[in-house]
Every structure is written in structure tokens, then in C-alpha cells.
Nanobody, 115 residues
Framework: QVQLVESGGGLVQPGGSLVLSCGASGGTFSIYSMSWYRQAPGNSRELVAKLTTESTITYADSVKGRFTISRDNAKNKLYLQMNSLKPEDTAVYYC?????????WGQGTQVTVSS
């Protein structure tokens, strides 16, 4: 059983930056493909960025060039650097770990982009 805990969310002005972190425990972090998802009110959960164990990275078109996903396997951490934030980036951001049929979610961290 893997436990995921996100942190780093908050209120930021448009154009600002935030770094989200996801700490993992209870499993072998390095074997999991790790992703960030987000869910805005009234919307379904959507993939923001994914980083596989082979270092393949996928971004949603809406965040390409602004967000950067990274991981530190030695620290069991996943990160999401978010730059040039827009009001439409406002959502709860979730960390996701997946390996074979095993999939785990964090509790989410709120990101609000507003002036």
C-alpha cells in the first residue's frame, strides 16, 4: 500500500508560480509511473503531467511550456513546477502512482489562481 501526500498548493496571482510536491511512502517509489491530475469544480479529473519509470514525459496541451514534472527517487518525491499560472489552472491537484494493476491517489492540494 502506497501513501501519497501532496503539498505546496495555495493562492497565487495570475502569472505567478508554485511548486507542488508529492511524498510517497509504503512502497518502492521508483517502480511507479507518477502523474499529476487536477479537478476543477464541475469538471472531471484530468491528466496534467505524467512521468514514467523510463523518463517519458507527457503534458496536457493546456500546460505545455508552463509546467514541469520531475521526480527524485532517492527522496520518494514527485514535483510539479507551475509557472505563468492562469485562473483556469485553479483546481485541486492530485498525485497519482501506478504500477501494473496497482494505482494510488493522494488527497489533493488546492491551487487557486486569482487576483
Amino acid at each position: 500500500q502506497v501513501q501519497l501526500v501532496e503539498s505546496g498548493g495555495g493562492l497565487v496571482q495570475p502569472g505567478g508560480s508554485l511548486v507542488l510536491s508529492c511524498g510517497a511512502s509504503g512502497g518502492t517509489f521508483s517502480i511507479y509511473s507518477m502523474s499529476w491530475y487536477r479537478q476543477a469544480p464541475g469538471n472531471s479529473r484530468e491528466l496534467v503531467a505524467k512521468l514514467t519509470t523510463e523518463s517519458t514525459i507527457t503534458y496536457a496541451d493546456s500546460v505545455k511550456g508552463r509546467f514541469t514534472i520531475s521526480r527524485d527517487n532517492a527522496k520518494n518525491k514527485l514535483y510539479l513546477q507551475m509557472n505563468s499560472l492562469k485562473p483556469e489552472d485553479t483546481a485541486v491537484y492530485y498525485c497519482n502512482a501506478k504500477w501494473l494493476a496497482y494505482e494510488y491517489w493522494g488527497q489533493g492540494t488546492q491551487v487557486t489562481v486569482s487576483s
